[in-house]
């Protein structure tokens, strides 16, 4: 065991000491919280760098994506097609827009969606697809788009894990009709709850600015929630994590005093009362801090990325195939092992918090896949990658020398 403090691959990677600092000048202000032009500026600037017509901020990738489906004069019951291996945050807004999940089976190789059986599951009531880049590793967007095409369905990217990565030269989120960013606690940039619709479809931008028009900012107490967390997260919960810090950070969240990334609702299909929201003020601003970090936090990831990938391609451990026209952001690490779980729960007792996406077809684990219209065994490949896959840390807060010990400790029983 290293001390108390775990090498973790979430609880707010991506905050450093300025984040810290900012959040904490946020909560002493909350004549802030709400009211300014902070939100706008973030639209505009994240429009901008991603070369995109118009973005518009929410507080959830979830919120983002359901005022997209509601945007797409879509009628109830028709089908959106998307992956499976994937968090229950995706196929939530659809069922909440009435519409019908199709799960389609992803790919061992890159853990994205695979176009032969996305070709199978097509049928007449098909009207969009959504299309996720697994841990920040673009799918194959020529042939998905391709076939969209060809079915003349709407084509919506999932970039909740890849800002910044690019296909064949051009950034991901500029591929379809829409696209949606997350800037959730664990993600490629963070203001603990957030996320960003984007088009350069007019017609669909239209709608999509109506839709947020309507929605209110969130509560009070919910802005709260979010400030106090990098707060609490570094100064004590991980600490004192290996004493403590665990059980505290369970008592908060019970106490509602802490938010969970994941409500207990959404595990059951259901849509907590604080989604569909705009991104409040805030957040907005921790937003646009980090986002001025995105090359330094992404070259960041590439190059322990390089690192783990030159020791362990001499293991047993299977890497994530690589493409030429792909250019990956690695928001996780992932490798493949028979003894994935086995290899997890080692590594937590010895307070190395490596990450467990997914450990289901449909992310968290005790989410009941009836209630959200999975079938199991519809998608054998999602679900045996599920009890191989592991994954590694790559976030701004560790470094070289911690992700060598990582490597050292998995490497000490499985060579």
Same mark, same amino acid.
């Given at each position: ?17 300025? =984040?810290? $600092? ?11 919280? @709400? &009211?300014? +032009?902070? *939100?706008? #500026? ?62 389609? =089976?992803? $790919? ?11 070709? @199978? &599951?097509? +049928?007449? *009531?098909? #009207? ?288």
């Amino acid at each position: 065991m290293l001390g108390m403090k775990p090498i973790s691959i979430s609880l707010s990677p991506n905050t450093e000491h300025d =984040d810290i $600092s900012l959040a904490f000048k946020l909560l002493v202000q909350p004549w802030r919280w @709400k &009211k300014g +032009t902070e *939100r706008q #500026k973030l639209e505009h600037v994240f429009a901008e760098r991603l070369g995109v017509k118009h973005a518009f901020a929410f507080n959830s990738g979830r919120s983002s994506l359901l005022a997209i489906l509601n945007a797409l004069d879509l009628k109830e019951g028709d089908e959106v097609l998307l992956q499976a291996f994937t968090c229950n945050a995706v196929p939530n807004p659809v069922l909440w827009a009435r519409l019908k999940p199709v799960y389609v =089976d992803c $790919s061992k190789e890159d853990f994205n969606i695979d176009v032969q059986d996305l070709q @199978k &599951k097509i +049928t007449m *009531r098909s #009207k969009a697809v959504i299309v996720q880049h697994t841990f920040g590793m673009p799918a194959d967007m020529e042939k998905i788009a391709a076939l969209c095409r060809k079915h003349n369905l709407l084509l919506i990217e999932d970039c909740a894990h890849a800002l910044g990565a690019t296909f064949q030269g051009k950034q991901v989120g500029t591929f379809g009709d829409a696209a949606f960013f997350s800037f959730s606690r664990d993600k490629v940039i963070s203001c603990v709850y957030g996320g960003m619709a984007v088009t350069s479809n007019d017609e669909i931008a239209a709608r999509i600015k109506a839709f947020h028009r309507q929605v209110e900012n969130p509560s009070f107490f919910w802005v709260f929630q979010q400030l106090l967390h990098p707060l609490l997260m570094n100064w004590i919960i991980l600490p004192t994590y290996s004493i403590f810090g665990k059980y505290l950070l369970i008592f908060l969240q019970q106490a509602h005093i802490l938010s969970k990334a994941v409500h207990w609702k959404e595990k059951r299909g259901q849509k907590p009362g604080y989604f569909p929201r705009v991104l409040p003020e805030a957040l907005a601003i921790l937003a646009i801090y980090q986002l001025g970090k995105l090359e330094k936090f992404n070259n960041h990831r590439k190059d322990l990325a390089a690192l783990y990938a030159a020791v362990f391609k001499r293991s047993s451990f299977q890497l994530p195939q690589e493409f030429p026209d792909r250019q990956p952001m690695f928001l996780r690490f992932v490798l493949q092992h028979p003894k994935a779980h086995e290899i997890i729960r080692r590594c937590w007792s010895h307070n190395f918090l490596i990450g467990d996406w997914y450990t289901t077809p449909i992310a968290p684990g005790d989410t009941k896949l009836e209630k959200i219209g999975y079938q199991k065994g519809s998608c054998p490949v999602a679900e045996r990658l599920a009890k191989t896959t592991l994954n590694l840390p790559t976030h701004i807060n560790i470094s070289q020398r911690e992700a060598k010990t990582v490597i050292n400790f998995l490497l000490q029983d499985i060579p």
